[in-house]
């Protein structure tokens, strides 16, 4: 047992950092380090330019999407020299938050499904940070049920004609193209009747609006589709087996180990570290000591858990399904963790004003931003239900709409 | 980077398994609940033919000479089979106590018989209610001889020798305190057997009256000794804890398949899937936890003090957790004494209490990040 790099891991662990050390934007480095759920912000810059400059510089020298093919704009590296890579690129990685629904779930589905000729045409660009995708499967009436879905791509001569609507996009404000996962068979069960395009977000019939969260801000969007076409030639996997094609871009979400969920604790610690209370240092005090021993274990808990499977990854085994973990136990910790720092603050924690709050109002909006943590990207019951399954092997659900053609399935609770 | 376990060391995890799965069914861990004998010396006696006692022990003592990531493997087979004999305080404690403030006297006297079985060994450290502190310590070791009582011990009643803390001075500082260490077989020192909440496990009390006792490293250093022989042991007891955490997880999780209600398993609930998911939760992030634990043991690494707390208050919660949330999936049939589930509801709050509480390493833990924060 031992946290030492093999020779060859060590050389391309210094030849990163010798990169990285010549090339990243210092002068953001501090503010990068900063950044805490629901807020990330640059004085005097913007953020989307400032992260595809460092994405640009990336490619050119060769540390774009390092685990892709090099003919698709990657380095054709190891799992474990990515990994070294993340760990050696730090605070500047907190850049790489727009591309990664494109570089961890768009690129591979296209690696899998595109043409040649579409490959060469869309990754490279998508690599470099120069083109943005996002990913279309959401929708309101199909969200933890994603097949449920109900936007229809109808087949018109070479074209397919799409009407329909999605949510919670990220970034498709910004994005450039898109995979979406549409409904072209409604006689079939519902898992049966899908097919995955890609498309250009700026083809006539796309219409964006931000979605206003329960936070204030806006990080996700909803996508309108009015008799939008797409060339049959854009079509991902064969007619009606979008619902395989999706599953290989979900597993490649899951593949990819992620830069470290935030769970707020180091803000916590270092909060309580400085907080005088009425009788003395807060980090003194027997409650809030335990508090922070309790959180402290679950936090360096995902950190070792990710170690190991770093380690599984540099024997050249895949790692095991300990890593599902850290999204469920990182999403409710920060809500509680932001919960708990304003109640140390006491009638003040109220307060979530820059000038006035505590901690320049940290907490108060990590607090407003936790509760989309537990939802994105599966949420807690659906995690719990992927470790139960595929974890503990206990049975699925019973599905009652399996075998029911998607258009006979209910769509109202009640009347 | 290698943060796991060798081949060689998982091999040692299967032949221990093996082992203790044959020798230390629950039938076995009954025999010393129910009170049919203090403890099992038949799988004592096979665990010291295994090698397992010795394994930390230095050849020249009689041991194995392995090390102590090989202890942290065997330590959590024997929490996954509740081994019902005197593993910890024999081996985490006494032994790791020679170990680390041992003359080489008492070394060559004691590791040897204890890696082949032939003594049983503890630490007397509480008096009564309370965690680990000089303060707590008020037997006196004036006048050439212990007086005083400890409670509890554990395996007290059985033990051929004991490591025990003692007042020193009166300067209320931590040099105070100065370990001892005591023949059972001398005269003035008395044991008594305790009921516990986990009767597969003994607790005793110690009472010394002008009890012969012999220095156990230097005079006045007694506290430093015990705070690292705690912290070697929290890490120890951890694995065990993981071991019993995991072996909870898995009975609920085999009972979730078995039991039909409702017309279908109870597992396909997802209030019962879930519960069992976030058992996996808390075990996967102990072991984890523990995995530090054992490198910053193995390397004598200056991280100990921190791993070791952190190791130590996710194995509790763990064990905790998994050991009373396996009796829910079990429903009724958990809470009779036929089944099994309520042995590790026992041994997961017994070892909850060992080495000092939780709320004792919650607080050492944040003290240790503090320190390294402020360094």
Redesign the interface.
């Known amino acids: 047992?031992?946290?030492?790099?093999t020779p060859q891991?060590a050389a391309f662990r210094a030849e990163a950092r010798a990169w990285i050390a010549a090339n990243a934007p210092k002068q953001y480095e501090d503010e990068l380090k900063k950044a805490s759920l629901g807020r990330t912000q640059l004085k005097g810059a913007n953020i989307l330019e400032v992260a595809k400059a460092w994405q640009k510089k990336k490619a050119e020298a060769g540390w774009a999407c390092l685990h892709w093919p090099k003919e698709y704009g990657g380095r054709g590296a190891s799992p474990i020299e990515r990994m070294i890579w993340q760990q050696e690129e730090g605070a500047f990685g907190k850049l790489s938050a727009m591309f990664i629904i494109g570089h961890g779930m768009c690129g591979p589905t296209m690696m899998g499904y595109a043409g040649e000729d579409q490959k060469r045409k869309y990754l490279p660009p998508l690599a470099s940070g120069e083109k943005i995708w996002c990913q279309l499967f959401s929708e309101p009436a199909g969200g933890s049920d994603v097949a449920g879905l109900r936007t229809r791509a109808e087949r018109k001569g070479d074209d397919w004609i799409v009407n329909g609507q999605k949510i919670w996009t990220s970034g498709a404000h910004y994005s450039d193209y898109g995979i979406l996962l549409t409904r072209t068979d409604p006689n079939v069960p519902k898992h049966k009747g899908l097919t995955m395009f890609f498309l250009d977000m700026k083809v006539p019939g796309v219409e964006i609006k931000p979605i206003k969260q329960a936070n204030g801000q806006s990080e996700f969007n909803e996508v309108y589709f009015t008799d939008v076409k797409i060339p049959d030639v854009q079509r991902l996997g064969a007619a009606n087996d979008g619902w395989n094609v999706s599953l290989t871009t979900l597993m490649n979400e899951r593949m990819s180990i992620g830069a470290g969920v935030s769970t707020g604790f180091p803000e916590l610690?270092e909060f309580c570290?400085n907080l005088m209370l009425e009788d003395g240092p807060a980090?003194d005090d027997?409650g809030v000591?335990?508090k922070?021993?309790?959180w402290?274990?679950?936090a360096?808990?995902?950190?070792?858990?990710s170690?190991?499977a770093?380690?599984?990854l540099?024997?050249g085994e895949r790692p095991g399904p300990?890593n599902s973990?850290g999204k469920?136990?990182a999403g409710s910790m920060v809500q509680d963790v932001a919960a708990y720092a304003l109640d140390l603050q006491g009638a003040a924690g109220v307060l979530s004003g820059p000038e006035d709050a505590e901690a320049a109002g940290k907490f108060q909006a990590m607090l407003l931003r936790a509760p989309g943590t537990r939802v994105e990207g599966g949420t807690d019951?659906i995690?719990?239900?992927i470790?139960?399954?595929r974890?503990?092997?206990?049975?699925?659900?019973?599905r009652v709409d399996k075998d029911v053609p998607f258009n006979k399935i209910p769509t109202k609770g009640r009347g | 980077m290698n943060f796991d376990f060798s081949d060689e060391q998982k091999q040692l995890r299967d032949e221990a398994r093996k082992f203790l799965a044959e020798k230390c069914p629950p039938k076995t861990v009954r025999t010393v609940l129910e009170g049919k004998q203090p403890y099992d010396r038949e799988l004592w006696k096979g665990l010291a033919d295994m090698g397992f006692l010795g394994v930390a022990i230095p050849e020249a003592y009689g041991g194995a000479g392995a090390g102590h990531l090989e202890l942290c493997v065997i330590a959590e087979e024997m929490g996954r089979a509740l081994a019902p004999v005197p593993f910890s305080s024999t081996v985490y404690l006494a032994a790791e106590a020679l170990l680390l403030a041992g003359s080489d006297a008492q070394r060559q006297k004691w590791l040897p018989l204890v890696a082949s079985g032939e003594a049983i060994g503890t630490l007397a450290l509480f008096e009564g209610k309370g965690n680990p502190s000089p303060e707590g310590i008020k037997l006196s070791a004036a006048g050439g001889g212990l007086n005083g009582v400890k409670k509890p011990v554990p395996d007290g009643a059985i033990a051929d020798f004991a490591i025990v803390a003692a007042r020193t001075g009166s300067s209320g500082r931590e040099t105070d305190i100065s370990l001892f260490l005591v023949d059972m077989k001398a005269e003035g020192v008395e044991a008594k057997s305790l009921i516990n909440v986990d009767p597969s496990r003994g607790q005793a009390e110690l009472t010394f009256r002008n009890c012969k006792a012999e220095p156990l490293g230097r005079a006045n250093e007694g506290w430093s000794i015990v705070s690292q022989l705690l912290d070697r042991a929290a890490v120890l007891m951890a694995f065990e804890q993981v071991g019993g955490a995991d072996r909870a997880l898995e009975m609920g999780r085999d009972y979730a398949l078995d039991r039909i209600a409702f017309g279908r398993p109870i597992g396909s609930f997802q209030a019962v899937k879930h519960m069992l998911a976030d058992m996996y939760v808390s075990a996967t992030l102990a072991r984890s936890n523990c995995y530090y634990g054992a490198w910053a043991l193995s390397t004598n690494a200056s991280e100990l003090p921190e791993a070791a707390a952190a190791a130590r208050i996710s194995a509790t919660q763990a064990f905790q957790h998994c050991a009373k949330n396996n009796i829910q999936v079990h429903g009724g049939m958990g809470f009779t004494w036929e089944f099994d589930c309520h042995l590790y509801y026992r041994r997961s709050n017994a070892t909850a209490l060992a080495l000092g509480s939780l709320s004792y390493w919650e607080d050492a833990l944040i003290d240790r990040m503090r320190k390294r924060n402020a360094a």
């Open positions: 047992m031992n946290f030492d790099d891991e610690f570290n980090i027997r000591r335990s922070l021993a309790n402290a274990v679950k360096s808990g995902l950190k070792y858990t170690m190991r770093i380690s599984a540099s024997k300990e973990i469920l136990v019951e995690m719990r239900n470790i139960a399954e974890v503990l092997g206990l049975p699925g659900d019973i």
